[in-house]
């Protein structure tokens, strides 16, 4: 294991030396060629921090908890009000993102999932745009997602890979819903609050949330 970062400080080295060299090295044509070399030989390093800078976004970065989804509820709640009225309106759509929406309209072919910039969409750019400018206020990465119950999960971030990872985010409750129909956990379960860990034994997702005020949460889910 020790011989791992000794290579790492050689090869350090060996580019920190070729690169003041590509300086001051002598003649010209010398020079040119140890900065090419230079060049090449960074391009490990150069990968090693792009993968590094990928997996500290996917795994490294923490969506909020729920203490700080309940600080900042107050705050963000006439914008999280008016995306739910938004989506109200737009109830074609189970989700809403950024850069995609997943419709679900009367027309079965219709159904599906489309980026942005693609005509069959169904949102006008406009209102996405209106959608994007709330977002972007308040720190919403993923957007809005609906079930069938009507239930909403406006989610912040999430960290992870499939179903390895979880999102948080306000969960708001629709008034009612079928004994049978699919809700999120807190509309589920009720109460103050409530917690679950993942349980891959018993294919249990792990999930917990606290309540803000009359039908919202604040919301972690995952894994799954």
């Not at 219709?110 to 069959?120: L, S, W």
């Not at 589920?188 to 949330?209: A, I, L, T, W």
């Amino acid at each position: 294991m020790i011989l791992i970062p000794i290579l790492g400080l050689i090869y350090l080295a060996l580019l920190l030396g070729g690169l003041t060299m590509s300086f001051v090295a002598q003649p010209i044509t010398r020079r040119r060629r140890i900065r090419i070399a230079t060049s090449v030989g960074s391009v490990p390093l150069w990968l090693a921090l792009g993968l590094i800078a990928i997996l500290w976004f996917t795994f490294g970065k923490e969506p909020p908890t729920l203490g700080q989804l309940q600080h900042d509820f107050a705050l963000k709640r006439d914008d999280l009000e008016t995306i739910l009225r938004m989506s109200d309106e737009d109830s074609n759509f189970s989700r809403i993102a950024l850069t995609f929406v997943d419709r679900t309209p009367d027309g079965p072919s219709d159904a599906g999932r489309y980026m942005e910039n693609d005509p069959k969409a169904g949102l006008p750019g406009l209102r996405w745009s209106a959608y994007r400018e709330i977002y972007k206020r308040n720190g919403i990465e993923l957007g809005i997602q609906r079930n069938g119950s009507h239930d909403a999960f406006i989610m912040m971030d999430s960290v992870g890979l499939l179903n390895r990872g979880h999102a948080t985010g306000y969960v708001h409750c629709a008034p009612s819903a079928a004994p049978d129909a699919y809700r999120f956990y807190p509309c589920m379960v009720g109460g103050e609050k409530s917690s679950r860990r993942f349980d891959p034994d018993k294919r249990e997702e792990g999930y917990s949330f606290q309540k803000l005020d009359d039908r919202w949460y604040a919301y972690d889910e995952g894994p799954s």
